[in-house]
Each structure stands twice: as structure tokens, then as C-alpha cells.
């Protein structure tokens, strides 16, 4: 092409999913487009319209930087800035985990058991508080608290100031009011909550070097390992709750396809009831939950 001539976006789109694939990143033509989305703002209706139109001298230059930086795998979420989560939009940055498809089982968990309990919860205690521990971008906590069908306070701690700054912000554009506390677990909560949840940390530290280049390489690592046996939040999650639960609370977890049997055991150990395991969409564990009742 001479200088002079002005891309068109089929035109863009097919150098940017090449070097995308040549690269090896994993769904190239799905990431292409969607980089190119992000920078033309035009949708896929629009394209298919009119794939000859011309790109416009800065857009292209944009749009080959986008597709530079994510050939060195940086992940797309954090060119873009967001990632959606439970149909909200939700802001990320390398301080927080890249918020994943399959941890809206454990929302959606929360949510029905919410649902069904939310008048007893209610009746007993007048509020229904809620703590989200290892919160991060804050996408668990202000999803619950925004589909909930019930008026709650909830609590968002992290051990990680710079991830607490990412999650305030994202309370403030979703317009969601929550409180966020900077604790290692719950060192520094208190007070008794209807229901607590988690997702913490829970890759074994020797599966970490198996994991996407795009994980490795960019999501917090104090947000994926979970020491040595992967079990390490659950313990002491496990192992301090009940002191921090109203009587007939829940505690909920997201956990590692392979680590229902070791959680369930120890909710059972530490006196839990109505302990339930819940599948994610590809069929494999992703929730544990149980009761704790006095
Ligand atoms: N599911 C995440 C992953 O596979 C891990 C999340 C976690 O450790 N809590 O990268």
C-alpha cells in the first residue's frame, strides 16, 4: 500500500488478526475484532455494512498499537480497561484477577440462597450484611449487592490496597454502595454477616508456571496462589468464620475443579451443615457452600 493510501477496515482487521495468530495468541480473529471495535467504536452490523470504509490516519495507528501490545500477550481486558461480569461492566488493571465467566456460578449462588433465606435473614437481624473476602475488582460483591432482591450492607476486603482502588472505583461507576477495608482475611473485620464469600486464591504454587501466558504474565500472582496444596485461604477462611457468622450464615467459595472433596471436608470438620457442591457450565465443581449453625 502507498503512504498515502488509507487502510480499510477488512483491511485492518485481517493484518491484525495475522500478527495476532502469528504471534499465538489463543481466538485471534475474536480478539482483532474486538480491538477494532474498541478503537473504531463501530459495531459488527456497521462493519459488515461497509467493510471497504476507510480508516481514518489515527485510528489505524491506535489500532496497530492495540494489536502490538496484545501480541505480546498483554491481556486484552487490560488494553481495553473492562471486563464484563454478570452482564455489569467492570474496570480492570493488573492489580486485580481479570474477573472469569465461570465465578458468576458462585454470585449466582449467593443470589438463590439469598433469595430464599432473605426474610428469615431479615426478620432475625433486621440488616443483611455481606462480606466478600479477597474481593478484588469487586466484582462478586457488587453484583450480588446489585441484583440481590433484598436491601444489604455489604463488605468488600483485600489484602491489596491497590486492588481495593480498583474495586472503590467500580462501587462509584456502577453506583453501588458498598464499604471496602483493607485486611488480611478477617484481621481486620467485624461484627457477624449473614453470608460470607469468597474466591480466593487457590492455584497449588507448582500448577502456576502451567497456567495461560496471559495469567503468568499479567493477573496478580497473590490473587492465583494458593501455596503449596492450593488449600491455604480455605483453611484459614474455614477455620476463622465462625466468629464472624450469624447463626444459620452461609459461607460460599469458589474453588478448583479437583478441591470439592478437601473443602467439603473441612466445612464438615469445622461443624458446617447443609454442605453442597455446585457445577460450573463445562461441568466441573466450581462452588462449595455450607451453613454454619450454632
Ligand atoms: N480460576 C482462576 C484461574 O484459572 C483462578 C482464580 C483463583 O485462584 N481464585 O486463573
Redesign the pocket.
Known amino acids: 500500500m502507498n503512504s498515502g493510501d488509507k487502510c480499510s477496515l477488512e483491511q485492518a482487521y485481517r493484518q491484525g488478526m495475522e500478527k495476532l495468530k502469528n504471534a499465538g495468541v489463543p481466538e485471534a480473529e475474536l480478539d482483532a475484532w474486538y480491538l477494532l471495535e474498541y478503537v473504531t467504536g463501530i459495531g459488527r452490523a456497521s462493519y459488515y455494512a461497509d467493510p471497504d470504509r476507510k480508516m481514518p490516519a489515527e485510528q489505524k495507528t491506535k489500532y496497530d498499537k492495540c494489536i502490538e501490545v496484545r501480541s505480546r500477550r498483554v491481556p486484552l481486558q487490560h488494553i481495553t480497561g473492562e471486563q464484563e461480569f454478570m452482564g455489569l461492566s467492570f474496570h480492570v488493571n493488573e492489580d486485580v484477577?481479570i474477573p472469569?465467566q465461570?465465578?458468576e456460578i458462585l454470585v449466582e449462588t449467593a443470589l438463590e440462597l439469598l433469595d430464599r433465606e432473605k426474610d428469615v435473614f431479615q426478620r432475625e437481624r433486621g440488616t443483611i450484611r455481606l462480606l466478600d473476602l479477597?474481593t478484588g475488582s469487586g466484582c462478586i460483591l457488587l453484583s450480588v449487592l446489585h441484583y440481590a432482591k433484598c436491601r444489604m450492607e455489604g463488605t468488600g476486603s483485600d489484602l491489596s490496597t491497590r486492588a481495593l482502588t480498583v474495586a472503590e472505583g467500580n462501587a462509584q461507576r456502577l453506583g453501588i454502595a458498598a464499604e471496602f477495608i483493607e485486611s488480611d482475611l478477617f484481621n481486620d473485620i467485624s461484627g457477624r454477616f449473614s453470608m460470607i464469600l469468597s474466591?480466593?486464591?487457590?492455584?497449588r504454587s507448582s500448577e502456576i508456571a502451567e497456567?495461560?501466558e496471559e495469567?503468568i504474565l499479567y493477573?496478580p500472582i497473590e490473587?492465583?496462589?494458593?501455596r503449596e496444596d492450593?488449600l491455604y485461604f480455605y483453611r484459614r477462611i474455614i477455620a476463622e468464620s465462625p466468629a464472624y457468622l450469624e447463626d444459620g450464615g452461609y459461607l460460599l467459595f469458589?474453588i478448583?475443579h479437583d478441591q470439592a472433596a478437601d473443602v467439603t471436608e473441612m466445612l464438615r470438620r469445622q461443624g458446617f451443615d447443609e454442605i453442597r457442591v455446585k457445577k460450573d457450565l463445562a461441568g466441573l465443581d466450581r462452588v462449595v457452600y455450607g451453613r454454619y449453625i450454632k
Do not use: H, K, M, S
Not at 223 to 226: H, P, T
Open positions: 484477577l472469569r465461570d465465578t479477597c474466591n480466593p486464591p487457590y492455584i497456567l495461560q495469567v493477573d490473587a492465583l496462589d494458593g492450593g469458589e478448583g
